[in-house]
């Protein structure tokens, strides 16, 4: 599928599935202007344009809005691929309740689900043209409570939810608002990623490269035909919430 339509885009998050998505847009329609933001300072791209935000601090937020005014004023795609599942500070999926922290908690919450309104609040205005536009969350079906049969992962799960409750939340206020931007949230399936990478060996799952999933992930938000607020599986499908 050609996404000659789609001229102005921004990734949030470069790992992965972030990635890989700016690259596979890049070779769909060369001349789109892709922006990536990360926590990291990159070296300059020639293939898109790199910026630095943190999105859990409103000042860092402040400074990339003003550096992207200066390149653009309107977006056709914004997709947050915010997620921790792990990491080195010492969050993991909890297995059951004794494995609870508070500040843990309140970490995975951060990045998984407050981030979502975050990202809707500062890129508004970039989104509210006469055109339609996307904004996409990436989510996990974990993080459905009708499909939740195994228990675990007690943070990941609920922030997972908490997600898709703030990207409906979004999807009423934007439509409220007659604004052309559909909003969703979609589960990548599993993917061979930083993230996932320590619980592939015991999944039964079918496993993607990220190149595949970015594929799957643009054909889905081009080719549904759900409306604004839904939650979507990588092949189009509706998950149940
Ligand atoms: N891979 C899978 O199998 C799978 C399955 C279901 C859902 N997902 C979801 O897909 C999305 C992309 O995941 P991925 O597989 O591409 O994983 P990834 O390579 O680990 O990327 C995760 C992204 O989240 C960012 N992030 C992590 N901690 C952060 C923090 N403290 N503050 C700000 N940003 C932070 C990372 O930024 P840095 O690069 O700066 O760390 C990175 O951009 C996530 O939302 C994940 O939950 C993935």
């Not at 922006?35 to 400074?63: G, M, V, Y």
């Amino acid at each position: 599928m050609s996404l000659s339509h789609i001229n102005r885009v921004l990734i949030l998050g470069d790992g992965g599935i972030g990635y890989a998505l700016a690259e596979e847009i890049k070779s769909r329609n060369p001349k789109a202007q892709i922006h990536i933001s990360s926590r990291r300072i990159k070296k300059s791209s020639s293939k898109f344009n790199l910026h630095f935000l943190d999105p859990l601090k409103e000042s860092s937020w402040q400074k990339f809005i003003l550096e992207l005014r200066e390149q653009t004023t309107t977006l056709d795609l914004v997709i947050s691929t915010y997620g921790v599942l792990h990491n080195l500070e010492g969050i993991k999926p909890e297995k059951s309740l004794r494995e609870m922290d508070i500040d843990k908690m309140i970490e995975v919450f951060s990045i998984n689900a407050f981030t979502a309104p975050l990202v809707a609040k500062n890129l508004e205005p970039f989104l509210n043209s006469s055109k339609e536009s996307h904004l996409i969350f990436l989510s996990a079906k974990v993080g459905s409570l009708q499909d939740n049969r195994m228990g675990g992962w007690y943070s990941y799960r609920a922030s997972k939810a908490a997600l898709n409750m703030f990207m409906k939340n979004i999807s009423i206020e934007f439509s409220r608002k007659n604004l052309k931007t559909k909003v969703f949230s979609i589960h990548p399936g599993t993917t061979v990623t930083k993230l996932s990478e320590p619980f592939l060996k015991s999944s039964n799952l079918k496993i993607w490269s990220s190149e595949e999933t970015a594929k799957h992930i643009l054909n889905t938000i081009y080719s549904t035909n759900s409306s604004t607020g839904s939650f979507l599986n990588w092949n189009g499908e509706i998950l149940p919430w």
